[in-house]
């Protein structure tokens, strides 16, 4: 059984050998500009998903207004219980407090400020659409000047203001959603049931440490006493209360959907960040080989057998990418490969 498995193993590494026989690579200069193009791609599908990120967090927002009464309604007839069962008044001081999600954006808006520069360093004025789109995600949250979305946003504002100056295309760019939509291009609504030199565009001191992560919804779970725990238990409202987590009161008072959107948010952004920083990323370019075997053209003049090194997930790796080349519309090949690499990309 073992030899049979040897010999399986074998086989597959013969296979993939033969397969990358003969592959040659991508000039210097035609993979500058697919890299180029790949960037751009990415930082495109970055602006669509941030903006419907926003728009989640208002949706978000909506639900934690409509918890908040629930909470107070359920925290007083556990008050109430308490105070006549055993004389104990629980207090409930920041113990279920709800955070405004606009305001935990502001960390991963911050860390996305901060590489606004290389973006220009990067693409040049093929960035003025990711820039375009950005500034308008304060439109997108209408609504949330009043209610945190401005503080949040405002230092991204800021390097957009400053590296949009840049751009002879930023007052005109913009993306195409409806067209990119069609393709495929964006995972909206899904989870709710170094081609050119250094311009001198670095953004020093600007945001915070890279890394940040979306906070959580919920205030700081404040520890109750065994005696005080002891007589809400005997109180049926002062039960879900004492649930081990806040994500358990929370679904427990207001039902799941609050939890599970804050779950999606919390994944999708952390992509989003990933996507950023290797499409940012100077010292570790996200395409560092393209190779393909002339052989396998087809009539359409597109190469079937086509290998790409990649910057992902923090290393560097190669596998035969599913999307043809297509010699006669290189731009869309790149985009494609992008949108490969995308779904690649851990949440």
Known sequence: MIFTALLACLAVANGANVERRGLQPMDTFSLQTFIQLFR?????KVAIEMNATVDMSKQLKIKMDNCKPKITVKTNECKSCAKSACHADPSFSDYLALANPYTYLEGPLNDMAGKLGNAVD???DKAAGFVKSMKDLGGSASGGVADGFSSAFSTMKDGLDKVGSTLTDAGNAVIDTAGLLGDGFT???????????????EIEHIGSSIGHAIGGIFGKKREIDAKTRHCMEKCASCRPLLLPTQAEVITAVCGADIVKMNTTMTSKVSKLQKVYDAALDKAHPIITKLQYD??????????????????????????????????????????????????????
């Open 187 to 201: 995972d909206l609504g899904h989870g709710l049931t170094d081609g050119l030199n250094n311009a001198g565009h």
């Open 294 to 347: 002339p052989t396998s053209m087809n009539s359409k003049m597109q190469l079937s057998n086509v290998h790409i090194t990649v910057h992902l997930n923090g290393h560097d790796i190669s596998y035969k990418t599913a999307v043809p080349y297509s010699m006669m519309n290189i731009p869309e090949t790149a985009r494609s490969m992008a949108m490969e690499y995308w779904g690649k990309v851990d949440a």
């Open 122 to 124: 990067l693409l040049g």
């Open 40 to 44: 751009q791609t990415l930082l495109d």
